[in-house]
């Protein structure tokens, strides 16, 4: 009987201690203001952050997550693509990496040909910003100069052209 009540007795401790541990880590990661964000099924996801700038702390998926490709930050949520899933948490300043040297800060826009018309997806462009296609979202192929393109006053799309575009500025 004495040794029934000794092993309950640990069993009862472990699981405490089991409960306290499994407590500790969702506090650790709110404290830290990490956020899971997953694409599901290779579909884009958006996880609203309102942060300025993220860093992923952890890959979840056994797709390699690469910013810029397939996933990034903008207008204050994290985004991922293709199957990409991990843990993020908020960085400092604007990030985004570098460009010539200097910092630069990146954002992700969406912009589409619908009925196979121009469409101007407005956005400020100076001799600093570069605009590169991450992902073709259409049925069409877009290449640059033919049916999408760059002017100052942002980016256009013709001829069914859908995708999503980095946008990167220099500072």
């Not at 401790?13 to 650790?28: D, I, K, M």
């Not at 942060?51 to 797709?63: F, Y």
């Not at 910013?67 to 207008?75: A, D, Y």
Request: charged share 25%.
């Amino acid at each position: 009987m004495r040794a029934m009540s000794v092993w309950g007795g640990l069993v009862l401790a472990l699981a405490a201690g089991a409960l306290a541990l499994g407590a500790a880590g969702p506090a650790r990661a709110q404290a830290r203001g990490e956020v899971s964000c997953g694409s599901v099924n290779g579909r884009y996801a958006r996880c609203d952050v309102g942060w300025r700038d993220a860093q992923m702390v952890r890959q979840d998926s056994d797709t390699r997550c690469v910013r810029g490709q397939n996933w990034g930050v903008e207008r204050g949520a994290i985004w991922v693509d293709r199957g990409c899933r991990g843990r993020f948490v908020e960085a400092g300043g604007w990030g985004g990496g570098w460009h010539g040297g200097r910092p630069s800060h990146e954002e992700s826009v969406q912009c589409g040909s619908v009925d196979n018309r121009y469409r101007l997806c407005p956005l400020r462009i100076d001799r600093n910003t570069r605009v590169r296609l991450v992902n073709n979202d259409s049925d069409t192929r877009c290449r640059e100069g033919y049916n999408w393109g760059v002017n100052r006053d942002g980016i256009w799309v013709d001829r069914g052209c859908r995708g999503r575009f980095v946008v990167s500025r220099g500072r």
